[in-house]
């Protein structure tokens, strides 16, 4: 097991796990370099909203997932500071790019002394805007093999429209919280997030140009696969 850090102090995002359980599921699974819990350690510090930042084992899958496709060209909706690009960076070859769509750039400067640290801040493009206007700005062509969302749920159905386009064939969507603590399962949320992250899984769920699955991993991780 992983006993370089005490796993207690790390927020349990998962809705559908015991602390108990949640801190196994950490402390056998990812092991967490300096870093990471450098980075982990800044965002608590130094963020009003740490919560925000993707848990140990999605970032871990995050890296996996990028491996085994041998990402080339990544796409990032919403970077906060840099954990989920991070690990998207470390599974993608040296000469690969990953492309950030982030709207506050005082986060992005949390992220980049530990990209640097990390030797993976030359494959990360940041792009500091709206994330819409930066999408609709970019040629719509087959570009990405991977692309990761994880910004306004507001806003997810707005996001996938223009995001699926522009991936190729094979190329793998991932979505962070779409099960947001299984509110999207009760009848009786009826809040404007959790009717959007309703229509953003039905889009995905009925597109006949992609495969989905949820995981219920942190606060749910929809996997997609274009065909």
């Known amino acids: 097991m992983n006993n370089s850090i005490n796993f207690q102090t790390l927020p349990n995002k998962s809705a559908f796990l015991s ?4 801190n196994y599921l ?6 967490l370099d300096s870093i990471q819990l ?30 085994a496709i041998k990402a080339r060209n990544a796409l990032e909706i919403g ?3 840099g954990y989920s690009a991070l690990c998207i960076a470390r599974g993608l070859d040296d000469n690969a790019r990953l492309t950030c769509c982030e709207i506050n750039d005082e986060w ?8 640097g640290k990390a030797k993976i801040d030359h494959k990360i493009d940041v792009r500091i805007g709206d994330a ?11 570009t990405y093999d991977l692309a990761f969302i994880d910004a306004d ?3 997810y159905p707005d996001y996938v429209r223009e995001v699926i386009p522009r991936l190729k064939p094979n190329a793998l969507l991932l979505a962070d919280n779409t099960l947001l603590g299984g509110s999207v399962a009760s009848e009786s949320e009826s809040n404007e997030g959790v009717v959007k992250m309703r229509e953003f899984n039905r889009m995905l769920a009925t597109d006949e140009s992609m495969e989905i699955v949820i995981v219920p991993i942190g606060d749910g991780l929809s996997i997609a696969c274009k065909k």
Do not use: C, Y
Not at 19 to 22: G, P, T, V, Y
Not at 108 to 115: D, L, R, S, T
Not at 132 to 142: G, V, Y
């Open 38 to 67: 450098a980075l982990i350690k800044d965002t608590r510090e130094k963020t009003d909203m740490p919560m925000m930042q993707i848990s140990p084992e999605q970032g871990a899958l995050l890296t996996i997932l990028t491996k």
């Open 26 to 31: 950490v402390s056998s699974g990812p092991n």
């Open 108 to 115: 992005i400067e949390i992220a980049k002394p530990h990209w």
């Open 153 to 155: 749920k507001n806003r």
């Open 79 to 81: 970077t906060f500071t």
């Open 132 to 142: 819409l206007t930066t999408l609709r700005a970019m040629p719509m062509k087959e």
């Open 19 to 22: 602390d108990k359980l949640q």
